[in-house]
Structures are given as structure tokens and as C-alpha cells.
């Protein structure tokens, strides 16, 4: 079955680059996602990535994919406060009519 | 541009109660819909998804059932109400042959059953 994992939670300070990552079991896995939520909010789509890519930058977003590993992972530079939110990363398998959510993790900047 | 509507925002509702929750689309056609449950800031569950009208799957056994009378609605209901119901619940649609596609999300309603 399929399983995606992320840790709980991560602090950085306003400036600093962030680095969440997520772990994936299913190696059909066709895009991965990144959503973000802000609290009390619905999920807004991020980015995502194909799974025949290694990496996909975006602005401040760079996502990275390690295929051997199943492991991904969403750096975001220059961390405002803005930015401080739940991150959710996400797969999707082929003939699958829904996507799978990790637990999340909540991302808090220190002014 | 496409939108997804919830209503309402928020609902407390007594154990026993029914429930009715509303998602509708706007800017987009035949799209796929799914209801999702958020547990405590938690991840999310897959409660149902539809890939046309009348046409539900349901992925958990559970207390709720759902139904999509048009194209672009999708409602979530419950005879009766169990406190274990109360969480997040988001609607969300995608499009395209590949179901599970860039998903994008409402605004969520907020239960809470006492």
C-alpha cells in the first residue's frame, strides 16, 4: 500500500532557507505535489513534479526528487513570515483517483 | 478562471443531527470531485470521489454518504451525526484523464459535533 511520510515540524528564521522532505513507499508514482495551508484555509497547490525529473525550480521553490530513495524534498529561500504554514506533500499513482497526503509539517519562521 | 465554493464555513451540530455539506465548481466541465476529512491539523482522509453525475466511490467504510445530483455539485450528508465526524472537510476537483491530477482545494467547512 501506498505510504507518505513527512516530518512534524521545522523552525527557521525569516532570511534562512527551508528544507521540508517527505518519503514516499510507492514506486508507481507518477507527480508528486507540494501544497501549502495556511490555517483555517483549504490547500493551495504549490508545485509538483513529474517523476521522470531530479529537480524543479520555481521562483523561491525548488523541489528536488531522489527516485531510488523515494524522497522528496521542497526547499524554500529566503523564508518570510509569510511562508509560515502547513506543508503537505502528495503522490499520485497511475490509474489512482486520488491523491495521497502526508501528515504534513508545520512550518514556523522566527522574525 | 475556474473557483471552488464550500458552505458553510463553519456548523456545530449535535450528535444525532444531520448533515448536509455543499461544494460547487465554477469555469470548468465534467471535472472530477472528491471529499476529503483533515483530522486536527492532521493529513488528509479520502472519504469519496465522483467522476460523474450519480457516480460515487467511497474509500472508507464511515458514517457519511455522498452525492453529486449535477455536474458541478457535490454534497456530503450523514443521517446521523457521531462525535468522531467532527474535523475539516475539503472539497477539492481536478480535470483530465488522469484522475488524481493537480487536485485544487475549497476553502473547507469547519464541523464540530457535540
Known amino acids: 500500500g501506498e505510504d507518505v511520510e513527512q516530518s512534524l515540524f521545522l523552525s527557521v528564521r525569516e532570511g534562512d532557507s527551508s528544507v521540508i522532505n517527505c518519503t514516499y513507499t510507492d514506486s508507481s508514482s507518477t507527480y508528486l505535489y507540494w501544497y501549502k495551508q495556511e490555517p483555517g484555509a483549504g490547500l493551495q497547490l504549490l508545485t509538483y513534479?513529474?517523476?521522470?525529473?531530479d529537480m524543479k525550480q520555481d521562483q523561491r521553490l525548488t523541489v528536488l526528487l531522489n527516485k531510488k530513495d523515494k524522497h522528496l524534498s521542497l526547499r524554500i529561500a529566503d523564508t518570510q513570515t509569510g511562508d509560515s504554514a502547513i506543508y503537505f506533500c502528495?503522490?499520485?499513482?497511475?490509474?489512482?483517483?486520488?491523491?495521497?497526503f502526508g501528515s504534513g509539517t508545520r512550518l514556523q519562521v522566527q522574525p | 478562471s475556474q473557483t471552488i465554493h464550500q458552505w458553510p464555513a463553519t456548523l456545530v451540530q449535535p450528535v444525532g443531527s444531520p448533515l448536509s455539506l455543499e461544494c460547487t465548481v465554477e469555469?470548468?466541465?465534467?471535472?472530477?470531485l472528491y471529499w476529503y476529512r483533515q483530522a486536527a491539523g492532521r493529513g488528509l482522509q479520502l472519504l469519496f470521489y465522483?467522476?460523474?453525475?450519480?457516480?460515487i466511490s467511497s474509500e472508507v467504510p464511515q458514517n457519511l454518504s455522498a452525492s453529486r445530483p449535477q455536474d458541478r455539485q457535490f454534497i456530503l450528508s450523514s443521517k446521523k451525526l457521531l462525535l468522531s465526524d467532527s474535523g475539516f472537510y475539503l472539497c477539492?476537483?481536478?480535470?483530465?484523464?488522469?484522475?488524481?491530477?493537480?487536485?485544487?482545494f475549497g476553502p473547507g467547512t469547519r464541523l464540530t459535533v457535540t
Open positions: 477539492a476537483w481536478s480535470v483530465g484523464r488522469r484522475v488524481g491530477y493537480e487536485q485544487y
Open positions: 513534479i513529474f517523476s521522470n525529473m
Open positions: 502528495a503522490e499520485a499513482e497511475t490509474g489512482r483517483r486520488a491523491l495521497t
Open positions: 469555469g470548468t466541465s465534467n471535472p472530477n
Open positions: 465522483s467522476v460523474g453525475i450519480g457516480q
